[in-house]
């Protein structure tokens, strides 16, 4: 019988436990309380404590993770697992046209000089339509209120990407 995803997690020693983690989100304080965590009953055990322990991340974390993300639309370069994570979940965005991706990069380009930052959305599953009605509307924030956002976006990226590990 072929160990689950789950299974190597908890059997994983801790070194190996946090690199896994820390593809999922470039959080260390979040990894090393994951794999404190363990072992884990169940995937949503784990997907629960993932949760928990991300709420909420510190400034410095969001800061920390923000740096690693690459711009949506941009494909993420390494063999690193954090980029393979990255080029799946923009897969929908990836191979946009003319139009699109212009309307990406100016988008990218002004929420890069409103907020500092990356624009962060969990990507999987959304269009480009979608991921460029977000971006427009969230121009729109304050930057506390986009902080926060960009914080849950994140949350929602290392839990779905967790789920991937180990489903």
Excluded: K
Excluded at 3 to 19: E, I, M, P, Q, S
Excluded at 23 to 41: D, H, I, K, L, S
Excluded at 93 to 121: C, M, P, Q, S
């Amino acid at each position: 019988m072929q160990a689950t995803g789950l299974d190597r997690l908890n059997a994983a020693d801790a070194d190996d436990a946090r690199a896994l983690l820390l593809a999922c989100a470039a959080v260390p304080r979040w990894a090393q309380e994951m794999v404190r965590g363990r072992p884990y009953a169940s995937v949503e055990d784990a997907l629960d404590a993932a949760r928990s322990v991300a709420d909420p991340w510190s400034d410095e974390e969001v800061d920390a993770a923000l740096a690693r993300h690459p711009r949506i639309g941009e494909r993420a370069e390494g063999a690193d697992p954090d980029a393979a994570h990255s080029r799946r979940e923009q897969a929908g965005v990836a191979a946009v046209d003319g139009d699109v991706r212009r309307r990406l990069t100016e988008g990218n380009r002004a929420y890069e000089e409103r907020f500092g930052h990356v624009f962060l959305i969990r990507a999987a599953g959304r269009g480009p339509e979608e991921i460029l009605a977000a971006l427009d509307e969230r121009l729109g924030n304050d930057p506390a209120t986009e902080r926060r956002i960009a914080a849950e976006q994140l949350r929602e990226i290392a839990v779905l990407r967790l789920e991937g590990e180990l489903s």
